[in-house]
Structures are given as C-alpha cells and as structure tokens.
C-alpha cells in the first residue's frame, strides 16, 4: 500500500510550538503546572523516520500523546499534509485513521482474551469495511508486512502464545490496517529481550521505505537513534534542545546535553571517547529553572545561562541547538567557560 506524497515538500505531519502544561494539586499548596511540553515544533516528512531522544521524564510520551491527539495542547497547532487539523469528530476519526501510535508495552496493547485475527479484523472493518473472505485475506497480507509468516500460523494464535516481538509485530500490523501515513513508535522496543529489539527496528525501517511511511521512533537510547533515523530531535525537561541529521548529531553534538547522552551511551563507531561528566539530575518541570533548564547541570554555564532562555541556532548544516555557547556574540565568555569546565576535568570546549 504505497502512498504517494500529498503535497511535495510537505511533511505529513508537522507540529507548531506545541505546548502542555499539566495542573497538578500539591496539597496545601495549591494548585500548580508541570511544564511536561514546551513550545516544540518538528517535522516527519514521508519516508523518514525522525527520533525523538531524552532520559526519562523529559516529556517524550507527552509530545507523541500530543501528536496522536489523545490529550490536547496548551497551545500550538498541528499540520496534516500541511493543512490544519480540525476539532469537528469527522475530523477527528480522519485523523486517527492517518496517525496511528505504538505503544512501549505489546502486553497491554492487544486484548488477552482476543487472538490475532480479532485484532487485525476489528480495524479492516471498521475503517476499511472489509467482509467475509476479503477480511481473511487482508489480515493474512497485513501479517506478511510484518513478516509474520506463514501468516496462517500466527492468525489464530493468542497473545500469550506469542513472543515480546511478535506481539509488537502484531501490534504494528493492526495499526497499518487503517493506512495510516504517520508512525508513532513510542519506546517500542524498550520491554522486548535485547536479541529481537532489532529485528523489530529493522521492520520500521523497512515500513519507512516500503510504505513511505513517516515514523517518529521515540528512545531514550541515542545509539539505536543514530541506527535506525534520519533526523534526531533531544528533549531536555519538556524541550528540544537540539536537532538535525542523525549521523551529524551523534558525531557533531553542539549541546552539552546531547554530549552528555552520548558519553552515556558508548558507540563504538564514534572516535574518540566523549569524556562529560553526569552532574544531578534532571529538574522539576513544576518549578524548572529559569533560563536554560539544563544550566545547573551544565559543565559549561556562563551567567547568561541562568537568566534568559538560549535562542535556537544553527549549530552545522540543518542542525540546531538551543544553547547560549552558539550565539557569535559570546564566543570569549564561552571559551572561559570551556576552559574552567577542562579545569574541573569535564571535556573540551563543545565546539572544538
Ligand atoms: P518521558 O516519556 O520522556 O519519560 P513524559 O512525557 O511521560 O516523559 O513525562 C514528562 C513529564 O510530564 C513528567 O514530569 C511527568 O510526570 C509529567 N506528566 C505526564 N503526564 C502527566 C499527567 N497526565 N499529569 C501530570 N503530569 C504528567
Ligand atoms: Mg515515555
């Protein structure tokens, strides 16, 4: 089922300074908000898939839970092939049928008392209005794409009867029932044993090419990132803090942040060792710091840090992060910053 573009340069889906504020109550005092999203804007062109990378708490699930539209925005917009997306129910179904989530957990995800077949046929008739012999059919070819197969072998089977990867196969396989255009893969390898996480990203790659499909694979882990996308996005606290190439990001990281993510994750394709030391912990995001959320954990800070939030800007070729060692008018005050963080033994300047 391959589609063509909609609009060319278009990205199916696009997200415009997307925003989510919880209210929270913090018995006696009162009432507060946690800055779960903010003011984040990215694009998945067909085809592609695009990472979103952070530690836990950083506001991943929110944002792709934003994009599905299952809670709504603080503020901001989305773009469906470039067109705004409507509130009307129609709308609304339209929508879900085009955007469809996979969840971290395969367990939770399909109904222990139902098998394959009922997954796969509860989708293909109701958004496709398949019947009788033509819904065998399809919930059989919907089994190959996932590489399930023989699909006669799996159709009848239930949940519990299949492995961590294949229940995700099969959870892949009913979303791609209704034709969606746009992939959200939310942790989707994270609870399967390390021997079948690849096979499983390795069929999202294939669904990018084979379906133009446009997929956000969100991770906490920046080497399978690097693996499997095109484009990686870091959130830090509920905000992008870089993005660009994938390739360029996890050879070239312009953040602080994103330096530190990589020296936690040791590749051995990358050159020389990332040597930044991991100081506290993320924040609160109901009272996060002032200026940049990550200034009291960066080796790095300057006084304008804790001030004023850092402007976004261009760090490489379509690459750009959020951090004030960037901006051209600091490049002294960055450097001493470089050099009093070499004289604590962190790392060299983050732009060498
Ligand atoms: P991640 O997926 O990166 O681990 P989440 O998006 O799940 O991060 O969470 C980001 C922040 O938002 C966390 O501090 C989390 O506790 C908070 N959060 C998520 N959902 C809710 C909610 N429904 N109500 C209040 N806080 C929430
Ligand atoms: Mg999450």
Redesign the pocket.
């Known amino acids: 089922m391959v589609h063509g573009p909609k609009r060319p340069g278009v990205p199916a889906l696009e997200a415009r300074g997307l925003t989510k504020h ?1 209210p ?1 109550h913090r018995g006696l005092r009162g009432r507060a908000v ?1 800055h ?2 903010e003011d984040i804007s990215l694009a998945l062109p067909e085809a592609t898939v695009t990472a979103v990378v ?10 792709s839970r934003l994009l599905t539209r299952l809670i709504t925005p603080t503020s901001g917009e989305l773009l469906l092939d470039g067109e705004p997306v409507g509130t009307s129910a129609r709308e609304r179904r339209a929508y879900t049928s085009q955007v469809h989530l996979v969840l971290q957990d395969p367990f939770s995800s399909l109904n222990g008392v139902h098998g394959v077949r009922y997954h796969l046929e509860r989708p293909l008739k109701l958004h496709r209005g398949a019947r009788g012999e033509q819904l065998d059919a399809l919930a059989k070819e919907l089994l190959e794409r996932v590489s399930l197969t023989p699909a006669d072998r799996y159709l009848d089977k239930f949940p519990h009867e299949l492995s961590g990867g294949q229940r995700q196969r099969v959870a892949i396989a009913r979303g791609l029932a209704v034709r969606p255009r746009v992939l959200l893969a ?1 942790e989707p390898v994270s609870m399967l044993d390390v021997s079948i996480r690849l096979g499983v990203l390795n069929l999202l790659d294939e669904l990018r090419e084979r379906e133009r499909l446009a997929i956000l694979y ?1 991770t ?1 882990d920046i080497a399978s990132a690097r693996y499997l996308a095109d484009t990686v996005v870091v ?1 830090y606290a ?1 905000q992008v803090v870089e993005s660009g190439p994938a390739q360029q990001i996890t050879d070239s990281p312009a953040h602080p942040y994103t330096r530190l993510l990589l020296s936690a994750a040791p590749d051995p394709h990358r050159s020389g060792p990332v040597v930044l030391r991991g100081r506290g912990a993320p924040p609160s ?1 109901i009272d996060p710091p002032g200026g940049c959320r990550f200034h009291p954990r960066c080796p790095f800070a300057m006084p304008v840090c804790a001030e004023a939030a850092p402007p976004t800007l261009p760090a490489g070729p379509d690459q750009v992060a959020a951090c004030w060692l960037l901006s051209p008018d600091r490049t002294a005050e960055a450097a001493e910053a470089a050099a009093v963080a070499g004289a604590d033994g962190a790392t060299s300047h983050p732009g060498a």
Do not use: N, P, Y
């Not at 952070?54 to 944002?63: A, D, I, N, P, V």
């Open positions: 919880f929270v946690v779960a999203a952070g530690e836990s708490g950083s506001g991943k699930s929110t944002l939310d969100v906490h959130m509920g995001l």
